[in-house]
Each structure stands twice: as C-alpha cells, then as structure tokens.
C-alpha cells in the first residue's frame, strides 16, 4: 500500500488506462461510497446521513465530473433526494440513472427538477405504463430492462444497453442494495471509498451473506489519502475465478 499525493490523478488515469473499459461489454464502473468507521452508511434504512467532509465532498464532485454516468438506487433516491449533479466545481454533470423497478420515483425529485441532464431512469417490463408516460411528460427516460429471477432490475443487461448508449464510464454511488448486487455480479473494477472517522452502528453498505464468500472480490494496488479528517482509499478490485 502506498499513500498517494495526487489520489484523484491516480483514480483518473487508473480508469483511463483500464483496458476492460468498454470492451468487456459493459462500462468501466467506480464504486464510490462514504461509510463510518464501523462501516454504516446510513443511521437506518431510509434515513440520509452526511458523512463525507468538505474535502472529500469535493473529490465525489471531481470524481463525478470524470464519469459519463452516475446511478443509484430508487431507496437513495427516496432517502436523499440527492441531485446527482457536479456543483463544487465548475464541470460537467454525469448522466444521472436510477434503477427503479416499480417507477416509484417522485416527479419532484431534485434529480429532475434541478438536473439539466434528465434522469434515465431503468425499470422492468411489467411497471406501470401510465405511470412511465408521466414521468416521460415530465422530462425523464424510462428504460425498460428485464427483472432477474428474484424481481430485481438485471444490472448486467442494463450495462450492456447503457454501452451501447456510449456511455463507457459508470460511477455507482449507493445504496445498500445496489452496492451489495453490483459487487455480488462482479461488476465494479475501482472502489472509492471514504471513511469518516465517526462509529454510527447503523445501516451497513453490504447485505449480510450476499457475497460468495469462497471467491471474495480482493482489493489490489491500494492507496489513500487524507481529506480533511476522512481517510478515502482507492483501489483495483481483483475478482478470482470461481
Ligand atoms: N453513505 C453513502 O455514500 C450513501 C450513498 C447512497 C445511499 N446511501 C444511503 O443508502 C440508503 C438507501 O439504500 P437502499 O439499500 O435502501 O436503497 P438503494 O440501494 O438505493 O435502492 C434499492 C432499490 O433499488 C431497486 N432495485 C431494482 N433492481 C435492483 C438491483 N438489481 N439491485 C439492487 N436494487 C435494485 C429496488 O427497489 P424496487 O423493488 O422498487 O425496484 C431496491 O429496493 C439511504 O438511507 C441512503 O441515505 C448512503
């Protein structure tokens, strides 16, 4: 492990040079999420939290600005209504996605009335279809993606499609639930992490027994960097062989 002057170069040039991106059929994907030092990232499901500090704020802002894409969860979206936007700096916004298997996302989240990119938002073949047309009135894109066998949006088929849109750079930021199936799929190459030096015994970012714990994802060339008084870590993620 090594600690790192410039972490956001090394994040940028990291994924830049990554030789999957794009061509493993889906985009490069950065997982980028804020937990305590007990691991929470939420005091109980549904609740918002600020975790990150003024600093590291600004790193997700510049981190933001260097992906194509940005996606969450419906659960965050009503938990935080977070706007999904590049603000800190002055750059460019990523594609904001939601993946909402009901079309329970709120025609007066920040996400599309503060957003100048609109929302696509990824939901499954049975949702309703008047709800779809209201939220397409209103300004967002409704993608319709097959459901896994357990009722959940198939994230490897929405990559694909989000490819084929050109989107090749994804950075996923919560919540629990989609952390937990994005690393369960093995679909994260970088994991950006910041640890806020707070306990909050609360919401965990993985799911309990979700990960196949005979071929645990294994974090490789590893650095952090201090900012302000949060710790956040960079690093590959190394999937072994089943
Ligand atoms: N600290 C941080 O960095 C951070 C970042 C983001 C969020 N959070 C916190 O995380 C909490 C929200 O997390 P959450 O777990 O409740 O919600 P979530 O992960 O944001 O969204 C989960 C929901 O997405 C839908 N979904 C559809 N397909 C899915 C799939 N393949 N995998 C996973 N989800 C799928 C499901 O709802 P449907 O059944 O309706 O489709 C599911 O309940 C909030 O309290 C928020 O504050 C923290």
Known sequence: MKSEHSLFSQIRSSFEKTPER??????????????????????????????SGRDSLLLTHHLRSIHE?????IGTILADDPYLTVRHINAKSPQPVIVDGRLRFPLNARALKHNHQAPW????????????????????????IPSTPDGLIDLTVLLKRLLEMNITSLMVEGGAEII??????????????????????????????????????????????????????????AWKNS
């Open 69 to 73: 894409s940005i996606l969450v969860g």
């Open 121 to 144: 938002i990824a939901t499954s073949e049975k949702s309703d279809v008047e709800r779809e047309q209201t939220l397409i009135n209103s300004g967002a894109k409704v993608m319709r």
């Open 180 to 237: 937990t199936s994005f690393l369960k799929l093995r679909l994260v190459d970088q994991l950006v992490l910041t640890i806020s030096p707070v306990y909050i015994g609360g919401m965990h970012a993985i799911w309990p027994l979700q990960l196949d714990l005979a071929n645990p994802p294994v974090l490789e060339n590893i650095s952090w960097k201090t900012y302000g008084s949060d710790l956040v870590l960079r690093a590959d993620l």
């Open 22 to 51: 794009s061509n493993g059929g889906r985009p490069f994907v950065t997982l980028s999420y804020a937990q305590s030092i007990d691991g929470s990232i939420a005091y109980r499901p549904g609740r918002p939290l600020a975790l």
